[in-house]
């Protein structure tokens, strides 16, 4: 399938999918033409990319996860699971850290509202 044809199937823009081929996490075949052309697993694969990167994954660490997959789904391989385990201790301190950020700011815009009321 051409690049146009993957992305109306994936709702992915053609720009988009041109960046995951040059990361290293899409792949596709030139014509002699010099068009773009995917095998029928890249619905499949972009619809991975696109669930690891709403996962917050950055790229460089999706393109070590690709070949890593079991079956069509996003079910992935035992060996990279420590690795998926980091992540996510990572992303749940991102979390407590704008927790906290959040609270502080709450209380900072609490005491000045009380504060200009008694001006």
């Known amino acids: 399938?051409?690049?146009?044809?993957?992305?109306?199937?994936?709702?992915?823009?053609v720009r988009l999918l041109r960046y995951y081929e040059a990361q290293g996490l899409l792949t596709s075949h030139r014509s002699e033409g010099g068009h773009r052309h995917y095998g029928p697993e890249a619905p499949a694969t972009v619809a991975r990319i696109r669930t690891l990167l709403a996962a917050g994954l950055p790229t460089k660490v999706i393109s070590?996860?690709?070949?890593?997959f079991l079956g069509d789904g996003t079910e992935l391989q035992a060996c990279v699971?420590?690795?998926?385990?980091?992540?996510?201790?990572?992303?749940?301190?991102?979390?407590?850290?704008?927790?906290?950020?959040?609270s502080a700011l709450g209380d900072i815009l609490d005491a000045s509202t009380r504060a200009l009321a008694h001006v």
């Open 1 to 13: 399938m051409k690049i146009g044809e993957l992305s109306r199937e994936t709702g992915v823009a």
């Open 64 to 68: 070590q996860l690709m070949p890593c």
């Open 81 to 102: 699971l420590d690795h998926i385990r980091t992540q996510l201790g990572e992303l749940d301190s991102r979390i407590a850290d704008l927790t906290q950020a959040r």
